[in-house]
């Protein structure tokens, strides 16, 4: 068994997801369960999900993680936002591993030496590694992985800072070039719309959610743009697109959307959440 000295320790257990790691293993379980999947057909190329606490959020995410439930991938690549104010556009864990309730999952360091070779050749941008950053979006992912994967494997953790398309289709493309060939799962993590009324909020959801399910990064900036539709982690959310078509993902299923007010009950201002699922068909 390898030893991991150096460990991103969880500043979000117990506050955004449950902290006891019995009771956070048969809460996450719970939500696969309950997840009612629609009929789809080819290989998982990637999932996307939401990154609310679980409270709010896990109910959806459990549809994105339902779909990989039992796969057994070397390496899943997580893409999510950064919502704290470094002044990077991409940035990592300078850690070697991720610490939660159910256990520590390696940073594949080797990944990410590759990623940023071709994010320096393609955009002239590095990947900056910092350490204990407080960023939830990564990391309240990472349960889900542990239950719902089967056996050992390495995180790719990227998280976005930038929301511009190029910085997107260059981490896409990159991101596809260090996974190409490899036993490897996409993750996107983002939410949608943000404090909205109940109405106002499945309106923007739906055009956010018709430009994914229509496989369209494109799109789903000038959704953003226009006002149309919203997702906090469009930069994420866009570059896993791009590296899907990639890796030759043609089709995207819309898997659940819901809302914080279908928990709470407040339906005066809420937050979209959505999980999709991308495969590869043909």
């Given at each position: 068994m390898n030893i991991v000295s150096d460990i991103r320790p969880s500043p979000i257990?117990?506050?955004?997801?449950?902290?006891?790691?019995k009771t956070l293993a048969e809460e996450i379980d719970r939500y696969l369960d309950q997840a009612k999947l629609p009929e789809f057909s080819g290989t998982v190329i990637a999932v996307i999900?939401?990154?609310?606490?679980?409270?709010?959020?896990?109910?959806?995410?459990?549809y994105a993680f339902a779909a990989v439930r039992g796969r057994s991938p070397g390496l899943v690549a997580v893409i999510s936002a950064m919502h704290h104010p470094y002044h990077q556009a991409l940035l990592t864990t300078s850690h070697d591993a991720y610490a939660t309730p159910l256990g520590n999952i390696p940073v594949d360091k080797q990944a990410i030496a590759s990623l940023d070779a071709a994010l320096m050749t393609d955009l002239g941008i590095h990947l900056s590694p910092i350490a204990n950053d407080p960023e939830h979006s990564l990391e309240i992912e990472l349960p889900f992985l542990?239950?719902?994967?089967?056996?050992?494997?390495?995180?790719?953790?990227?998280?976005?800072?930038a929301q511009e398309p190029k910085v997107s289709k260059g981490?896409?493309?990159?991101?596809?070039?260090?996974?190409?060939?490899?036993d490897a799962l996409l993750v996107a993590s983002t939410d949608l719309s943000h404090f909205y009324t109940q109405a106002v909020a499945n309106a923007l959801d739906a055009e956010m959610l018709a430009q994914i399910e229509a496989f369209s990064p494109d799109g789903a900036f000038e959704a953003e743009k226009s006002g149309k539709g919203s997702a906090c982690g469009l930069g994420a959310l866009a570059a896993v697109l791009w590296a899907a078509q990639e890796l030759e993902a043609d089709t995207v299923k819309i898997?659940?959307?819901?809302?914080?007010?279908?928990?709470?009950?407040d339906f005066s201002s809420v937050v979209?959440?959505?999980?999709?699922?991308?495969?590869?068909t043909r």
């Open positions: 257990a117990g506050t955004w997801y449950e902290g006891h790691p999900a939401p990154h609310a606490g679980h409270r709010y959020s896990g109910a959806v995410a459990g542990q239950r719902s994967l089967v056996g050992e494997f390495t995180l790719l953790p990227v998280m976005v800072r981490l896409g493309k990159a991101l596809a070039s260090v996974l190409r060939g490899q898997l659940h959307h819901a809302t914080s007010g279908d928990v709470t009950g979209g959440y959505g999980a999709a699922v991308v495969l590869k």
